[in-house]
């Protein structure tokens, strides 16, 4: 049986008890950073449990290496980092090929920041666009235009080092006064919610010496 396992994006009280429970009984655990893995394990005082790193960069190989184990009528859970493994990580080709095989994909809810901060954006969420990272250079004018004739409410995650890029882009195809939300180090001590326009929110993030974390970006 493969599990998707959700894990917290900062905040550890943020783990279910089913996904505690579900680590504990696996056999394996696939995961993006070994050593990020375990620390939430050694956390949550889980005994040791065999690691397989599997990421955007692996090689197919990975991907088989995990597939035998299950063939072999062993558990596996799947995580991420943070938050919700296949929301823009690699695993679609590895829950693909599993349910090829007939192996049972069970979901472990929740932790997604896609969701968390939508909740808390003051704009519509009964029909919103999910569309993760941008693409850096190749069809990101031509997404961009599409975008400014969409209705719905749009959420992109976008990293520290593209971040005033996006914004600047943002302002260019569609206005300075356009109302978006920033959210910065997500459940984390210092998180922070803006919702300001467009040009507010590059005025204030310019100011700042040096810009860290990654964000969720709501218009």
């Known amino acids: 049986m493969l599990y998707i396992v959700s894990t917290p994006i900062w905040n ?3 783990i279910t008890l089913r996904a505690i429970r579900t680590l504990k009984e696996v056999d394996v655990i696939a995961c993006e950073d070994t050593r990020v893995t375990w620390m939430l394990l050694k956390h949550f005082e889980i005994e040791k449990k065999p690691l397989i790193s599997y990421h955007s960069h ?4 990975k991907l088989d290496k995990i597939l035998e184990v299950l063939k072999e009528w062993k558990s596996v859970a799947l995580v991420s980092d943070a ?3 296949w929301i823009s990580d690699p695993w679609y080709a ?3 090929d599993a349910l090829s095989e007939w192996i049972k994909v069970v979901p472990i809810p929740w932790v997604s920041a896609c969701i968390t901060a939508i909740s808390a954006s003051w704009m519509p969420m009964h029909h919103f666009l999910y569309l993760g990272f941008l693409p850096v250079k ?9 975008l400014q004739n969409k209705e719905e409410t749009v959420v992109i995650y976008e990293s520290v080092h593209r971040f005033m890029k996006t ?3 943002i302002r260019e195809y569609f206005w300075e006064e356009h109302k978006i939300v920033v959210w910065r180090e997500l459940t ?4 922070e919610f803006k919702r300001w326009t ?3 929110i590059i005025d204030y993030f310019e100011t700042e010496w040096k810009i860290k974390w990654e964000f969720v970006i709501i218009f």
């Open 12 to 14: 550890l009280e943020d």
């Open 167 to 169: 914004l600047w882009d």
């Open 94 to 96: 590895l829950v693909r």
């Open 83 to 85: 938050g919700t493994p």
């Open 198 to 200: 467009v040009s507010e």
């Open 138 to 146: 190749k069809g990101r004018q031509t997404l961009f235009k599409k």
């Open 188 to 191: 984390k001590m210092f998180e």
């Open 58 to 61: 692996s090689k197919v190989s």
